[in-house]
T-cell receptor
């Protein structure tokens, strides 16, 4: 099946710093989503971005489908950005199968 | 608009009991997915359902686990005779359609088996 690799596995930032989180995938996809799992365990939808660029406040994401990677940018980080960031993909040739495959996540700690 | 709702948020069961997890999809969504997050194993797909149909259950353990999404009411994930290894966070997601629609996740149910 499709492989999803996220890097770096851990990231520590000082409040106010910027960061880039990366997601590589091994096959063509027709769905890619980024999630934030907060310290309470809730999964928050950040972006649905199978291709192109989107922005939402201090967060933005870019997916280059032809090169099989996606980037999540966090600018002016805040302590509330702490948690685990997941990338999840759906391979292109899945028919009726809609199961997302998740990466292992990137643990972000933002220090005040 | 209400998002995906799951209840209970926390569930404690003793070994051998049954656990029932409920998921109400977003309004207008008829596709439901269940995922499980085991410690050290990450998030894994379990089952994909549409109203009254199981579309893909390739991620469900063969025994003790079942899921349904009836014509009326929430989707139910049922675990019979729970064991300690079933302790995990169970997430439900819903979407407007199948591939390639965005999946919206609920807050999860944390199951602890004592």
């Amino acid at each position: 099946g499709i492989q999803v690799e996220q890097s770096p596995p851990d990231l520590i930032l000082q409040e106010g710093a910027n960061s880039t989180l990366r997601c590589n995938f091994s096959d063509s996809v027709n769905n890619l989503q980024w999630f934030h799992q907060n310290p309470w365990g809730q999964l928050i939808n950040l972006f649905y971005i199978p291709s192109g660029t989107k922005q939402n406040g201090r967060l933005s994401a870019t997916t280059v489908a032809t090169e099989r990677y996606s980037l999540l940018y966090i600018s002016s980080s805040q302590t509330t950005d702490s948690g685990v960031y997941f990338c999840a993909v759906l391979p292109l040739y899945t028919g009726a199968n809609s199961k997302l495959t998740f990466g292992k996540g990137i643990t972000l700690s933002v220090r005040p | 608009n209400a998002g995906v709702m799951q209840n209970p948020r926390h569930l404690v069961r003793r070994r051998g009991q049954e656990a029932r997890l409920r998921c109400s999809p977003m309004k207008g969504h008829s596709h439901v997915y269940w995922y499980r997050q085991l410690p050290e194993e990450g998030l894994k797909f379990m089952v994909y359902l549409q109203k009254e149909n199981i579309i893909d259950e390739s991620g469900m353990p063969k025994e003790r686990f079942s899921a349904e999404f009836p014509k009326e009411g929430p989707s139910i994930l049922r675990i019979q005779q729970v064991v300690r290894g079933d302790s995990a966070a169970y997430f439900c997601a819903s979407s407007l359609g199948s591939t390639p629609y965005e999946q919206y996740f609920g807050p999860g149910t944390r199951l602890t088996v004592t």
